[in-house]
Nanobody, 115 residues
Framework: VQLVESGGGLVQSGGSLRLSCAAS????????MSWYRQAPGKERELVAF????????NYAHSVNGRFTISRDNARNRVYLQMNSLKPEDTAVYYC?????????WGQGTQVTVSS
C-alpha cells in the first residue's frame, strides 16, 4: 500500500489549494479514504472522509463549508479542495486509509497559510 500526497504550499489567508493523494497497492475503489492534519504541537485530527463510492462524505466542523473531499476511482486518487483558507489551517496534511484492522498513511504535505 502506498499513499503519496501532493499539492501543499504557501498561500495567503483567503486563498485556495487543492491537495491530491495518489493511491496504489490495494483495491482503491473498495475503501473509504480520509484526510487528516497535524499542526505543530497539536494532535493529528480528522479533516474529511469519503466513502468508497464517493456517495458519503463527512467533515470536521472547523472546515465544513470551506473544504471539499472528492475521489476519482478510475485514477486511484482522492482530493481535498480547500477554499477560504485561514492561518489556523496551517498543518501537515495526510492521506489515510484503513484496510481491515490496519491504517495506512502517506508522508504528508505541508500547508502554510499566511495572515
Amino acid at each position: 500500500v502506498q499513499l503519496v500526497e501532493s499539492g501543499g504550499g504557501l498561500v495567503q489567508s483567503g486563498g485556495s489549494l487543492r491537495l491530491s493523494c495518489a493511491a496504489s497497492g490495494f483495491s482503491f475503489s473498495s475503501w473509504g479514504m480520509s484526510w487528516y492534519r497535524q499542526a505543530p504541537g497539536k494532535e493529528r485530527e480528522l479533516v474529511a472522509f469519503i466513502s468508497s463510492s464517493g456517495g458519503n462524505t463527512n467533515y470536521a466542523h472547523s472546515v465544513n463549508g470551506r473544504f471539499t473531499i472528492s475521489r476519482d476511482n478510475a485514477r486511484n486518487r482522492v482530493y481535498l479542495q480547500m477554499n477560504s483558507l485561514k492561518p489556523e489551517d496551517t498543518a501537515v496534511y495526510y492521506c489515510k486509509t484503513q484496510l481491515g484492522w490496519s491504517d495506512y498513511w502517506g508522508q504528508g504535505t505541508q500547508v502554510t497559510v499566511s495572515s
